[in-house]
C-alpha cells in the first residue's frame, strides 16, 4: 500500500515508570458477557523463560517527500527538482508474446508511440534471461504495447520478464511551474553548466527581448484548510546563476499566500556574467494564521541567465542535525526511536538506478517506472542520505532496491555498503567523510527486492508470478553477497510476499534458496460495515489481531515461510473497503483503538510466531482518498511535524512500546482472573470465541525489566498483580494515563496525551481500553 528516542527515566529516585493510554467506552448496548468473573485479580509472573532473544523495536515506513502535506520532510523546501535535471524512466514488461526480435507486453499500452525507442533492454527470468541490446521501434499494438528488438541473442519467449530503461533529457522545468510571456522561453541546458556541479542540467531563462517574460514558480505547503510547515526564523534561498544578456537581473519573490501577508523576501538580485554562487536571507515569524501556499518565484524579465542548484532552507536550525532531513522529523523519529526504518519511495525512487540513488542529490535525476503515465516530477531520496537518517536515530535500515536491477547495479550497491574503496559508492562516502563502511554501522542492513512485486498497482515494477521473481531475486542476492565479501552476514535479503496468499510464498522460496528473510503485510480492518456502537465498531479491530494469530493469515504466512524469518514490511489501517460514513471513518482509523490495536498486532506477532522486524506504514501522509472518494486519515503516524507536532494515537501507542522492547522477550504466567468473551461475527470477517481481553509483554536486559498490559475490554476495569524479579511493594511507580474514549483522536485538538500520577506497589487498575508501560531497574 501507499505509501520518531525517549529513553527511560535514569533518576537514582526513581526505580520504574509505567506508562498507561487509556480509554473509557461510550458504548450505547451491552457487550457479549466476559466469560469470566470481573471482581477479580489477573495475576501476572514474569519468568525467567526467553521467548524470543534480541528484540527489535518496532519499525516505521519513512514514506516519501512531497510539497504539500506531512510528507514535506526535508530541509531544502524546494527539493522536487532542484537541479533542473532530467528523467529516466525503466519500466518491467512481461512478454505475452515473442520471438527472436519481438516482445508483446499487455500493461504498457499508455506509453505514447516512440516512447521507447532507442532503450536499452535486459531479459531479466526466462529462456532470454541475460539477452540484452537497443530497442528498435515501440508503439501501442493490439491488446498491448509491442517492441522491435534487436536481433542478436536468444529468441524472445512467451512469459520471459524484460526490463526496458531509457535517459530522457529536457523537461527542466519538471517539478516547477512554468509561465512564459512576450516570447520567453524555458529550455534545458547541457553545455554551460556551473564549475564542479554535479549535475548535467541546467535552466536557461531567455527573456532579454522588450515584454519577454520567463519565470519558474514553486509552491509548498499546498493542503487546503491546514499548515503543516510554518516559517519560524531567518531562512535561506540560494542558487547558482550567470548572466547572458538584457538587464541581468533575477527577481525572487518568497511569501505566503494567506491573509493579505506582505512577501518575505522581493527584490531584484544583479547577477554576473560567470557563474557564481548566490544567498538571499530573510526572517519570517508564522504563529497561527491562515491556511495557504508558499509561493517562490524566480523571474526573468528583460534579461537572458542560466540558473541552477536552488535551495530554500531555514539557517540557525539544529546543529547537531547533519542529515537533509528537517529538524523536526528527527525529533519525531527519535521520538519514536524505531528500531527498523524502511525506505520505500513508491514513484519517485522505485524505476530509478542504482548509481542515481547513490548520486548526489543536486544531480539526481526525475525516475519513473509505471505504465500508467510518462512523466514524473520528482527526484527520490537518495541511500546515503537515507543510512545518515538511520544513523542519526538508532535505527536499523531497510532498504527497498529496484526489482529491475542488474546484477551490476546489485554489486555496486553492496560495494557502497561494504566499502569498496575504488567503487563508485566508496567515492561518495569517502567525500561524506566517512571512516568505515555502512555494514559497520549497523547490526544489519536489510535489503528488499521490490515492493509489492504480485502488486499490479505497481505495474511495472513487479513480477507478479512468484517462481519468476524469486529467480530474479536469488541472482540478484547472489551478486550482492559475492560483492560484499567478509560483510556479507550483515545483510537481510528479504523477498516480498502477500500476507492474503501464503500460498504463492513457497514459490518465491523455493527459487530463491539466498533469501534469509519472507516480508508481510498483515493490515488490520479492510472495510467497516457495522458502527451502530462502539461493540460493533471497536470490538472487532481489538480482537482481529488475535484471530490473525491463532487462525488468520499470520499463522498461515509463518507456515509458508518454511524456516525463514518473517518480517512485517508494512502495517497499518486498511480501512479502503465498503461504503462508510466520512464521521464514522474519521473516529475509526486515526482512533485510539486503532492505536492499540496495532501495536499490540504487532506485539502478538513478535511474542506468538517470532517476527523482529516490523514497520508501520507509514510516518508521513495526512490522509488518502478512498475508491468511495471519501477521505481516509491515514496512512500516516503522524498528523504534522513542526507546525502543531500533534502525532496520532499509531504513533503514540508504538512509542511508549519502543521505550521497552529490548534485551529479551520473556514468558508470562497468567493466573487468577484470564477474562475473555466472544466476538461475534464483525466487521472485516472478525469472529473469535474467546477472545482475551488481558495480553501481556516482558522484556530483560540485564538487570533492567520492562512490562507492556493490554486491557482490551470496552467495559470493565480490570486489576492486575505483578510478580517478577526485582519489583517489590517498595518500587516507586509513575503512572500515566492517556484518553477518554477509544474513538479519539488527535487530528483537531490533542485528546489522546499523557498524564500522569505516582502510584506505590506492584498493582494496578487497568481501565477498559488501556495500554500500560512498566520498567524498573537500572
Not at 529516585?13 to 458504548?27: E, K, P, Q, T
Not at 466469560?35 to 495475576?43: D, F, K, L, P, Y
Not at 528488499?448 to 540478484?476: H, K
Not at 528473510?517 to 467497516?528: D, K, R
Request: net charge negative.
Amino acid at each position: 500500500m501507499n505509501g520518531l528516542t525517549s529513553k527511560a527515566p535514569n533518576s537514582a529516585n526513581m526505580r520504574g515508570a509505567i506508562l498507561l493510554l487509556v480509554c473509557l467506552s461510550l458504548a450505547t448496548a451491552p457487550r457479549q458477557q466476559a466469560q469470566s468473573a470481573g471482581n477479580g485479580v489477573t495475576h501476572l509472573r514474569v519468568t525467567g523463560q526467553v521467548v524470543l532473544p534480541g528484540v527489535t523495536r518496532l519499525g516505521m515506513n519513512l514514506g516519501g517527500q512531497n510539497y504539500y502535506d506531512s510528507g514535506q520532510m526535508l530541509k531544502n523546501l524546494l527539493y522536487r527538482n532542484p537541479g533542473f535535471e532530467a528523467m529516466s524512466y525503466r519500466t518491467i514488461f512481461h512478454c505475452q508474446s515473442g520471438g527472436q526480435a519481438r516482445c508483446v507486453d499487455t500493461w504498457g499500452a499508455n506509453f505514447p508511440v516512440d516512447f521507447w525507442d532507442g532503450a536499452h533492454y535486459e531479459v531479466l527470468v526466462g529462456a532470454a534471461a541475460g539477452r540484452h541490446g537497443t530497442v528498435t521501434a515501440a508503439a501501442p499494438v493490439a491488446g498491448g504495447y509491442g517492441f522491435a528488438l534487436d536481433s542478436s541473442g536468444p529468441a524472445i519467449s512467451q512469459d520471459d520478464w524484460i526490463e526496458v530503461d531509457k535517459q530522457i533529457p529536457g523537461d527542466p522545468t519538471a517539478g516547477w511551474w512554468p509561465s512564459v510571456k512576450g516570447g520567453g522561453t524555458l529550455e534545458a541546458e547541457r553545455a554551460d553548466l556551473p564549475p564542479g556541479t554535479p549535475g548535467k542540467q541546467a535552466l536557461r531563462m531567455e527573456a532579454a527581448a522588450p515584454g519577454a517574460t520567463a519565470q519558474v514558480n514553486s509552491y509548498f505547503d499546498t493542503t487546503d484548510g491546514q499548515t503543516f510547515v510554518r516559517l519560524r526564523g531567518r531562512y535561506r534561498l540560494s542558487f547558482r546563476a550567470k548572466a547572458l544578456s538584457g538587464a541581468k537581473t533575477l527577481h525572487v519573490d518568497v511569501g505566503r499566500l494567506a491573509g493579505g501577508l506582505h512577501p518575505y523576501l522581493n527584490k531584484d538580485v544583479p547577477l554576473t556574467t560567470a557563474w557564481a554562487n548566490y544567498d538571499e536571507e530573510f526572517t519570517a515569524n508564522e504563529s497561527d494564521l491562515p491556511a495557504g501556499s508558499v509561493q517562490v518565484s524566480l523571474n526573468a524579465t528583460g534579461s537572458s541567465l542560466l540558473l541552477d542548484d536552488v535551495s530554500l532552507e531555514q539557517t540557525g536550525g539544529d546543529a547537531a542535525n547533519h542529515t537533509i532531513f528537517r529538524d523536526e522529523v528527527v525529533n519525531a523519529l527519535k521520538q519514536l526511536h524505531p528500531g527498523v526504518l524502511r525506505s520505500m519511495q513508491s514513484y519517485q525512487g522505485l524505476g530509478s538506478t542504482v548509481d542515481n540513488m547513490l548520486a548526489d542529490r543536486l544531480a539526481m535525476q526525475r525516475s519513473a517506472y509505471h505504465t500508467w503515465y510518462d512523466r514524473v516530477e520528482d527526484i527520490p531520496i537518495g541511500i546515503p542520505d537515507f543510512l545518515e537518517l538511520c544513523q542519526e536515530i538508532g535505527a536499523e535500515p531497510w532498504i527497498v532496491a529496484p526489482t529491475a536491477m542488474s546484477l551490476d547495479e546489485a554489486k555496486e550497491l553492496a560495494e557502497f555498503l561494504a566499502g569498496g574503496a575504488e567503487t563508485h559508492g566508496g567515492a561518495i562516502r569517502l567525500a561524506r567523510g566517512r571512516r568505515e563502511p555502512w555494514t559497520q554501522a549497523f547490526r544489519t542492513i536489510h535489503i528488499e527486492l521490490g515492493n509489492e512485486p504480485w502488486n499490479n498497482s505497481f505495474a511495472g515494477e513487479a513480477i507478479e508470478e512468484p517462481t519468476a521473481y524469486g529467480r530474479r531475486a536469488n541472482a540478484v542476492f547472489t551478486a550482492i553477497r559475492g560483492a560484499a565479501g567478509r560483510d556479507a552476514g550483515r545483510f537481510d535479503l528479504v523477498v516480498g510476499a502477500q500476507a492474503a496468499w501464503a500460498g504463492r510464498n513457497a514459490a518465491i522460496l523455493a527459487a530463491a534458496p539466498q533469501a534469509n528473510s519472507l516480508a508481510i503485510a498483515p493490515y488490520l480492518m479492510s472495510g467497516i460495515t457495522q458502527w451502530g456502537n462502539d461493540d460493533q465498531l471497536y470490538g472487532p479491530l481489538l480482537a482481529q489481531p488475535e484471530q490473525m494469530s491463532r487462525e488468520g493469515i499470520v499463522e498461515a504466512a509463518v507456515a509458508s515461510a518454511s524456516g525463514r524469518q518473517l518480517a512485517v514490511y508494512e502495517v497499518n489501517m486498511g480501512t479502503v473497503e465498503n461504503s462508510t460514513p466520512q464521521d464514522v471513518l474519521d473516529r475509526f482509523i486515526p482512533s485510539e483503538a486503532a492505536g492499540l490495536a496495532i501495536t499490540g498486532h504487532m506485539l502478538r506477532m513478535m511474542r506468538d510466531h517470532g517476527i523482529r522486524d516490523q514497520m508501520f506504514f507509514t510516518l508521513a501522509q495526512n490522509q488518502f482518498r478512498r475508491p468511495d472518494g471519501k477521505i481516509a486519515r491515514m496512512w500516516g503516524a503522524v498528523v504534522a511535524m513542526g507546525a502543531n507536532e500533534r502525532r496520532r494515537p499509531q504513533f503514540v501507542a508504538e512509542s511508549l512500546a519502543n521505550r521497552v522492547i529490548r534485551g529479551n522477550l520473556m514468558h508470562i504466567d497468567v493466573s487468577g482472573e484470564n477474562p475473555t468473551h466472544d466476538q461475534p461475527p464483525g466487521n472485516d470477517n472478525v469472529h473469535l470465541n474467546g477472545v482475551h481481553e488481558i495480553d501481556s509483554y516482558a522484556f530483560q536486559d540485564g538487570n533492567w525489566h520492562g512490562l507492556i498490559i493490554f486491557n482490551y475490554g470496552l467495559h470493565q476495569s480490570r486489576r492486575i498483580s505483578i510478580e517478577a524479579p526485582g519489583l517489590s511493594s517498595n518500587s516507586s511507580v509513575k503512572l500515566s494515563k492517556i484518553s477518554t474514549s477509544p474513538g479519539d483522536t488527535n487530528e483537531d485538538t490533542v485528546k489522546v496525551q499523557v498524564q500522569e500520577e505516582p502510584m506505590h506497589g506492584t498493582d494496578l487498575v487497568l481501565a477498559p481500553c488501556s495500554m500500560a508501560v512498566l520498567e524498573w531497574g537500572n
